[in-house]
C-alpha cells in the first residue's frame, strides 16, 4: 500500500517568515495529494489540494508544488501568522479500482510566533 | 451551509462494552468514510461507503468493528467488546461523490477505560 513520509514533524517560524512542509510518496499511480489543517480539538480542513497533472497550484498565501519523478509534494505558506499555527497533514490517494482512500503523513506542527 | 456533525463529541467507556458513534454528512454527499486517529498520528482509514453499501472496509482492526448507513445518509460506527487500544478520535468524513475532496467532521474522541 501507499506510505506518505512528512518532514518536519514540527516547525517555529517568526510571524511573517515562510513555512515549508515536504512529504514524500511511495506509490508512482498515486494522482490526488490534499493537504490539511488540523486546530486542536477540531476536525483537519481541507486548505488546498492538487492532482497529478499539474505542478503547482497557489491560494493566496498557500501554494503546493508536486514533483511526481522524485514522488514529493510541498506546502509552502508565506507571510505567516498566528492563526496560522496548527498541526498540518499532507496525504496521497491510493489509486486502483473503486478506492480513494487517503493516506495520511504524520503531521508537522506549525508554531508562528508573533 | 452545515458541514459533517459527529455524535457524541466525547465519549467515556469502559472495557468490554459496546459503542455507537454517529455521523451526519454533508447534505447531498454521497461518499462517506471513517478514519481514525491516535494521539500524534494522522488519521487512518477504516471504512469508505458509496450510498448504502460499503465499496472499501479493508480498514477496520478486526471482526469487533462495524459500520452501517443504511438510508444512504447518516452512518453509524459500532465497536463491540471495546479494548483499550481502541481509544482515539474517530473521524468521519464526506465527499460530494467518488473521487472528489473530502470534507472532515470534528471527531469523536473514545476514551475506554
Known amino acids: 500500500g501507499e506510505n506518505v513520509e512528512q518532514h518536519p514533524s514540527t516547525l517555529s517560524v517568526q510571524e511573517g517568515d515562510s513555512a515549508v512542509i515536504k512529504c514524500t510518496y511511495s506509490?508512482?499511480?498515486?494522482?490526488?495529494f490534499p493537504w490539511y489543517k488540523q486546530e486542536l480539538g477540531k476536525g483537519p480542513q481541507l486548505i488546498i489540494d492538487?492532482?497529478?497533472?499539474?505542478g503547482e497550484k497557489k491560494d493566496q498565501r498557500i501554494a503546493v508544488t508536486l514533483n511526481k519523478t522524485a514522488k514529493h509534494f510541498s506546502l509552502h505558506i508565506t507571510e505567516t501568522q498566528p492563526e496560522d499555527s496548527a498541526v498540518y497533514f499532507c496525504?496521497?490517494?491510493?489509486?486502483?479500482?473503486?478506492?480513494?482512500?487517503?493516506?495520511f503523513g504524520k503531521g508537522t506542527l506549525l508554531t508562528v510566533n508573533p | 451551509g452545515a458541514g459533517v456533525s459527529q455524535t457524541p463529541s466525547n465519549k467515556v467507556t469502559e472495557k468490554g462494552k459496546y459503542v455507537e458513534l454517529r455521523c451526519d454528512p454533508i447534505?447531498?454527499?454521497?461518499?462517506l468514510y471513517w478514519y481514525r486517529q491516535s494521539l500524534g498520528q494522522g488519521p487512518e482509514f477504516l471504512i469508505y461507503?458509496?450510498?448504502?453499501?460499503?465499496?472499501?472496509d479493508s480498514g477496520l482492526p478486526n471482526d469487533r468493528f462495524f459500520a452501517v448507513r443504511p438510508e444512504g445518509s447518516v452512518s453509524t460506527l459500532k465497536i463491540q467488546r471495546t479494548e483499550r487500544g481502541d481509544s482515539a478520535v474517530y473521524l468521519c468524513?464526506?465527499?460530494?461523490?467518488?473521487?472528489?475532496?473530502?470534507?472532515f467532521g470534528p471527531g469523536t474522541r473514545l476514551t475506554v477505560l
Open positions: 506509490d508512482s499511480a498515486s494522482n490526488y
Open positions: 496525504a496521497a490517494q491510493e489509486s486502483g479500482g473503486s478506492n480513494y482512500k487517503l493516506t
Open positions: 461507503f458509496q450510498g448504502t453499501g460499503a465499496a472499501d
Open positions: 447534505s447531498g454527499h454521497t461518499a
Open positions: 468524513a464526506s465527499s460530494s461523490r467518488m473521487g472528489t475532496s473530502l470534507f
Open positions: 492538487i492532482r497529478s497533472n499539474v
